[in-house]
């Protein structure tokens, strides 16, 4: 049995019949997409956790949205920065300090790509509308959570990882 694997992003083929209105459309939509993404990005990164520079999140945004344009699946998708990171970054930032946060972003790229080359993306369309919507209910709580402290003008160091509990 020939295991064989086609891999042919759809970049590729957009550039066969790609033409300037093509191109200006593009350009409009990066733009959008760019002044709502890279703000979000930077306040991703300072709420990530204490001593990571708003500049990170800029840098993640840029190159994650680069890479998921370039070697995505769709010529419409948008690829950026999304709250339920937050709470997961946090977690492991508060508990275990930035290097080990790089080694689970890492696994987490590779589990991704593995569950890419298993075509498991088709998978979503099983998971009920409630626990979609529970879940990202769940990561707005949370988010906005990490914002009373702001909000209140609250003196707090720290806010424990575990502040929602």
């Not at 083929?13 to 209105?21: G, T, V």
């Not at 890479?67 to 690829?79: E, N, Q």
Request: charge should be positive; charged fraction near 10%.
């Amino acid at each position: 049995m020939k295991l064989e694997i086609q891999f042919w992003p759809r970049l590729f083929d957009i550039f066969k019949s790609y033409s300037r209105q093509d191109f200006v459309r593009d350009l409009i939509a990066g733009l959008t997409v760019g002044i709502v993404a890279l703000p979000l990005a930077m306040a991703f990164a300072i709420a990530s956790g204490p001593g990571i520079p708003p500049q990170a999140g800029i840098f993640t945004a840029v190159i994650a949205g680069f890479l998921i344009s370039a070697l995505g699946g769709t010529r419409v998708c948008i690829g950026g920065p999304t709250g339920a990171f937050v709470a997961i970054l946090y977690g492991i930032y508060a508990q275990h300090g930035a290097g080990n946060l790089a080694i689970c972003t890492m696994i987490a790229g590779v589990l991704l790509l593995l569950m890419g080359f298993c075509r498991l993306g088709g998978m979503i369309k099983y998971i009920p509308y409630p626990v979609t919507m529970g879940f990202t209910s769940g990561i707005a709580v949370l988010i906005f959570s990490t914002q009373i402290k702001d909000f209140l003008r609250l003196k707090v160091e720290k806010v424990p990882a575990e502040f929602v509990e």
